[in-house]
């Protein structure tokens, strides 16, 4: 019997020490990645704070006020270092264009089409909050330069941005039930054309949404009930933050008076927020008493996993009208699911759908293997490996991640990819093993966390899910149909963009 007590306590004492070891892990891991629960959740953080940064260019091609609040202090600083880094190796090496980027915020830092009025800083003047000292050019040289770079055409955009912005699209098309101006790019006709002959579509769906900002910044019909599926953690740091920002979050809510009353730290701490506090500017509340005011008609946020089935009855629960038309956005989210997961996703979301509806995603293309005799030809044990899928799998991770295949190394692609390629608050291992993490520094990867990639055509892949295709190319096809010029040199790439609509 008293062995039997030993025994007893013994087992309850490891139980014990594995709920501490556990407690203390996980705690670990949110401080390490700024409070989040993995480095995936932290990548919405730096994505939020590439777009911050382009909101501060005076040509920026997106403009999202509120990016810079919720990205946290850490990633912006991450951002700011890498953007700050490569203005002055620009300045360094590329002659007088360069010069006059860094002096007058005109480079290549970031991309998008012209939608702020106000002048801003330049990403390295962000990084010290006051005006940093570019290499100054006599004034002939410098309206020399200036005028080059107007001739040159607008400013070349990158993977990130023209990503945000082709979805940005989507949503104004479809509310707007085809009459957004974004319907004439030829990437969206398509698509404008399906919704002209559809019901208004008045419900948006955002899937893995992270800390996007799309309610408070475009503008949308009236009645748009938006919903936005993400992890806890990140739907949890997002509702805090925009509250700390003075963001509504109800429709036909006031803001605590006590809110009014304080500085608000998340509503804009880049260069121009700062200057217009030392020029004692307060912030400017909406109509509805807010900073930021909802410009949808609704906003929920639903914490689910998406990896498991019967996810869509927390929406449905949330008030999602499944008789109604919807439109799914799944902004940088397949990649992350397994094969399995990604079929029974879209599956479930067009059971979850009414006539009408649309979806648009981010997709990975895998390339095509290598025919056997290509391989042989080369003579070369190594190029035989070319054909292999493992191979296959790490040449296309290599061209879906990186905006540029041959972009030059002081060029801001390498911010612009800050999703891809991220510099995380501290170094170290997750879960107990090693994840994309570089020997000898605390840069971490996100593409080690990449599951899935199109093996293959995409439109034959949406079919098989419901969803019938309308627009599939890759995101450089993508800026051409724009009109612009893509950040880098590169000719090929393996992430695409795809619209949809249900069958």
């Given at each position: 019997?008293r062995?039997?007590?030993?025994?007893?306590?013994?087992?309850?004492?490891?139980?014990?020490?594995?709920l501490?070891?556990?407690?203390?892990?996980?705690?670990?891991a949110?401080?390490?990645?700024?409070?989040?629960?993995?480095?995936?959740?932290?990548?919405?953080?730096?994505?939020a704070?590439?777009?911050?940064?382009e909101?501060?260019?005076?040509?920026?091609?997106?403009?999202?006020?509120?990016a810079?609040?919720?990205?946290?202090?850490?990633?912006?600083?991450?951002?700011?270092?890498?953007?700050?880094a490569?203005?002055?190796?620009?300045?360094?090496?590329?002659?007088p264009?360069a010069?006059?980027?860094?002096?007058?915020?005109?480079?290549?830092?970031?991309?998008?089409?012209?939608?702020?009025?106000?002048?801003?800083?330049?990403p390295?003047?962000?990084?010290?909050?006051?005006?940093?000292?570019?290499?100054?050019?006599p004034?002939?040289?410098?309206?020399?330069?200036?005028?080059?770079?107007?001739?040159?055409?607008p400013?070349?955009?990158s993977?990130?941005?023209?990503?945000?912005k082709?979805?940005?699209?989507?949503?104004?098309?479809?509310?707007?039930?085809?009459?957004?101006?974004?319907?004439?790019v030829?990437?969206?006709?398509?698509?404008?054309?399906?919704?002209r002959?559809?019901?208004a579509?008045?419900?948006v769906?955002?899937?893995?949404?992270?800390?996007?900002?799309?309610?408070?910044?475009?503008?949308?019909?009236?009645?748009?009930?938006?919903?936005?599926?993400?992890r806890?953690?990140?739907?949890?740091?997002?509702?805090?933050?925009?509250?700390?920002?003075?963001?509504?979050?109800?429709?036909?809510?006031?803001?605590?008076?006590a809110?009014?009353?304080?500085?608000?730290p998340?509503?804009?701490?880049?260069?121009?927020?700062?200057?217009?506090?030392?020029?004692?500017?307060?912030?400017?509340?909406?109509?509805?008493?807010?900073v930021?005011?909802?410009k949808?008609?609704?906003?929920?946020?639903?914490?689910?996993?998406?990896?498991?089935?019967?996810?869509?009855r927390?929406?449905?629960?949330?008030?999602?009208?499944?008789?109604?038309?919807?439109?799914w956005?799944?902004?940088?989210?397949?990649?992350?699911?397994?094969?399995?997961?990604v079929?029974?996703?879209?599956?479930?979301?067009?059971?979850?759908?009414g006539?009408?509806?649309v979806?648009?995603a981010?997709?990975?293309?895998?390339?095509?293997?290598?025919?056997?005799?290509?391989?042989?030809?080369?003579?070369?044990?190594?190029?035989?490996?070319?054909?292999?899928?493992?191979?296959?799998?790490?040449?296309?991770?290599?061209?879906?991640?990186?905006?540029?295949?041959?972009?030059?190394?002081?060029?801001?692609?390498?911010?612009?990819?800050?999703?891809?390629?991220?510099r995380?608050?501290?170094?170290?291992?997750?879960?107990?093993k090693?994840v994309?993490?570089?020997?000898?520094?605390?840069?971490?990867n996100?593409?080690?966390?990449?599951?899935?990639r199109?093996?293959?055509?995409?439109?034959?892949?949406?079919?098989?899910c419901?969803?019938?295709?309308?627009?599939?190319?890759?995101?450089?096809?993508?800026?051409?149909?724009?009109?612009?010029?893509?950040?880098?040199?590169?000719?090929a790439?393996?992430?695409y963009?795809?619209?949809?609509?249900?069958?």
């Amino acid at each position: 019997m008293r062995a039997l007590r030993v025994v007893s306590v013994g087992v309850g004492t490891i139980a014990v020490v594995e709920l501490l070891r556990r407690a203390v892990l996980a705690r670990w891991a949110r401080r390490k990645f700024c409070g989040l629960d993995s480095l995936v959740s932290f990548s919405a953080c730096v994505i939020a704070a590439r777009r911050a940064f382009e909101t501060e260019l005076p040509d920026a091609y997106i403009c999202d006020p509120l990016a810079e609040g919720l990205c946290g202090k850490e990633a912006l600083e991450a951002c700011r270092k890498r953007l700050a880094a490569s203005e002055r190796k620009r300045g360094d090496g590329a002659g007088p264009a360069a010069a006059t980027g860094a002096a007058t915020g005109t480079g290549s830092a970031s991309d998008g089409t012209a939608t702020s009025s106000q002048p801003a800083a330049t990403p390295a003047t962000a990084a010290n909050g006051a005006a940093t000292t570019a290499p100054q050019l006599p004034a002939t040289e410098l309206q020399a330069a200036q005028d080059k770079d107007a001739a040159a055409g607008p400013r070349p955009i990158s993977r990130l941005i023209i990503r945000t912005k082709f979805f940005d699209d989507v949503a104004s098309i479809v509310t707007w039930q085809g009459a957004a101006a974004a319907a004439a790019v030829p990437c969206h006709a398509p698509l404008a054309a399906v919704c002209r002959a559809a019901a208004a579509c008045r419900q948006v769906v955002l899937l893995g949404s992270g800390l996007d900002s799309r309610p408070w910044r475009l503008a949308l019909p009236p009645g748009v009930a938006w919903f936005e599926v993400d992890r806890r953690d990140v739907l949890a740091a997002k509702t805090r933050r925009l509250g700390e920002m003075g963001a509504q979050t109800r429709a036909h809510s006031r803001p605590p008076a006590a809110l009014q009353m304080q500085p608000l730290p998340g509503a804009g701490n880049g260069a121009v927020a700062q200057q217009g506090q030392q020029q004692g500017q307060q912030p400017q509340w909406g109509q509805q008493g807010y900073v930021h005011p909802l410009k949808a008609g609704s906003w929920e946020c639903v914490a689910v996993d998406l990896q498991h089935r019967g996810w869509s009855r927390g929406l449905l629960r949330a008030g999602l009208d499944p008789a109604q038309p919807v439109c799914w956005i799944l902004e940088g989210l397949l990649y992350y699911l397994e094969e399995r997961d990604v079929r029974a996703l879209l599956q479930e979301a067009a059971s979850a759908s009414g006539p009408g509806s649309v979806l648009a995603a981010s997709i990975i293309q895998a390339p095509p293997a290598l025919p056997a005799a290509s391989a042989t030809d080369s003579g070369s044990p190594s190029a035989s490996s070319v054909a292999t899928p493992t191979a296959a799998a790490a040449a296309a991770s290599a061209a879906a991640a990186s905006p540029s295949t041959s972009a030059a190394p002081g060029t801001p692609s390498a911010a612009a990819a800050a999703a891809a390629d991220m510099r995380a608050p501290s170094g170290g291992k997750a879960g107990g093993k090693d994840v994309g993490k570089d020997k000898g520094s605390a840069s971490w990867n996100v593409r080690s966390e990449f599951k899935w990639r199109c093996e293959g055509g995409v439109p034959e892949f949406l079919a098989e899910c419901g969803w019938s295709a309308l627009w599939t190319e890759s995101w450089l096809q993508t800026v051409q149909s724009y009109g612009l010029t893509p950040e880098g040199a590169s000719t090929a790439s393996g992430v695409y963009f795809t619209s949809a609509k249900l069958v």
